[in-house]
T-cell receptor
């Protein structure tokens, strides 16, 4: 089945630790995105990538890093510089010519120990 | 600045009643408009979208939305709500003709509760 997978479903981070969230898609979509969701704030864009080996900062990129070495994969690293990482993280992808129609994965909830 | 406003944070309706969720956008250009639904702890599912043409668009799960340019609105409706419709609903907008990357702007969401 085609789709977007995110792992793990829950992730716990210790203070000072970097953690990486996985996002994989087998939809052959060109663009991929990472969003952060906090209660009552909707979705905020962290990073996006329109093609392999290229990515751009979104609205809240500080404390996060990404890579796009393969079309199918867009992992997000939450670094120790992100002081308030507790949130629900959503990955999305978009096919070419879709008029910005994005399709979302199931999400990863990150909690701080 | 571009923005999307969903005036209602929470809405409660009875099962079988009609539903309208409001969405207003602030955008200078012709927008792409979307409604997504999110069940607790899940990702977002696309309900419907408007790019051009007929201003009344049909989506999945019996939902429809109407684009009103004069009111900068894109309200979501359903004639008869089912208990399974309880979820959070997000309106989103993107610029149709900006070229390059079109950022998707989300509203803060409306949480729908359905009483039996």
């Amino acid at each position: 089945d085609g789709g977007i997978t995110q792992s793990p479903k829950y992730l716990f981070r210790k203070e000072g630790q970097n953690v990486t969230l996985s996002c994989e898609q087998n939809l052959n979509h060109d663009a991929m995105y990472w969003y952060r969701q906090d209660p009552g704030q909707g979705l905020r864009l962290i990073y996006y990538s329109q093609i392999v080996n290229d990515f751009q900062k979104g609205d809240i990129a500080e404390g996060y890093s990404v890579s796009r070495e393969k079309k199918e994969s867009f992992p997000l690293t939450v670094t120790s510089a992100q002081k308030n990482p507790t949130a629900f993280y959503l990955c999305a992808s978009r096919p070419a010519g879709s008029g910005e129609t994005q399709y979302f994965g199931p999400g990863t909830r990150l909690l701080v120990l | 600045a571009q923005s999307v406003t969903q005036p209602d944070i929470h809405i409660t309706v009875s099962e079988g009643a009609s539903l309208e969720l409001r969405c207003n956008y602030s955008y200078g250009a012709t927008p792409y408009l979307f409604w997504y639904v999110q069940s607790p702890g899940q990702g977002l599912q696309l309900l419907l979208k408007y790019f051009s043409g007929d201003t009344l668009v049909q989506g999945i799960k019996g939902f429809e939305a109407e684009f009103k340019r004069s009111q900068s609105s894109f309200n979501l409706r359903k004639p008869s709500v089912h208990w399974s419709d309880a979820a959070e609903y997000f309106c989103a907008v993107a610029n149709m003709f900006s070229g390059g990357y079109n950022k998707l702007i989300f509203g803060a969401g409306t949480r729908l509760a359905v009483h039996p």
